[in-house]
């Protein structure tokens, strides 16, 4: 089934309709990897210039709760939006702001010690992890 096809089937179970701005929504998400609902609009009205901010948060909270897609926040400004199949904790760094991914494994150790001290489920995909990357360390 198509990525459309998918999108309007999980839509109509929910007794929702399919518009052309949640595709071309989704589709930015997917086509931009990690992206800013700013940065989400201007792709989208690049198709669609009538479509506004207003629309692509509603659309980007309406496929966050279909589990399409998901936020994170990166450090300080707008959460930046992925597609599902992300699922990999971010380093950012503070000095030069790169973003790295690792994978959530390297994270399993925390998450169990947090389970069983404190009964706390950590969802590491929704993680930015905050840092100096090697190369500012390095050319210190």
Do not use: W
Request: proline content about 3%; hydrophobic content about 35%.
């Amino acid at each position: 089934m198509s990525d459309q096809g998918s999108l309007r089937s999980t839509l109509h179970e929910r007794g929702m309709r399919m518009t052309p701005q949640r595709q071309l929504v989704l589709d930015a998400v997917r086509e931009l990897g990690h992206a800013t609902p700013e940065e989400i609009c201007k792709k989208v009205q690049g198709t669609a210039a009538t479509v506004n901010i207003t629309t692509v948060y509603r659309a980007l909270d309406l496929l966050e709760q279909l589990g399409l897609v998901r936020h994170t926040h990166l450090g300080h400004g707008a959460p930046t939006y992925s597609a599902e199949e992300h699922e990999h904790v971010h380093l950012a760094c503070h000095r030069c702001g790169r973003i790295d991914e690792v994978a959530i494994e390297l994270l399993d150790d925390l998450a169990e010690l947090l389970m069983s001290e404190r009964g706390f489920e950590l969802d590491p995909t929704h993680l930015a992890l905050s840092g100096t990357c090697r190369n500012c360390r390095e050319a210190d």
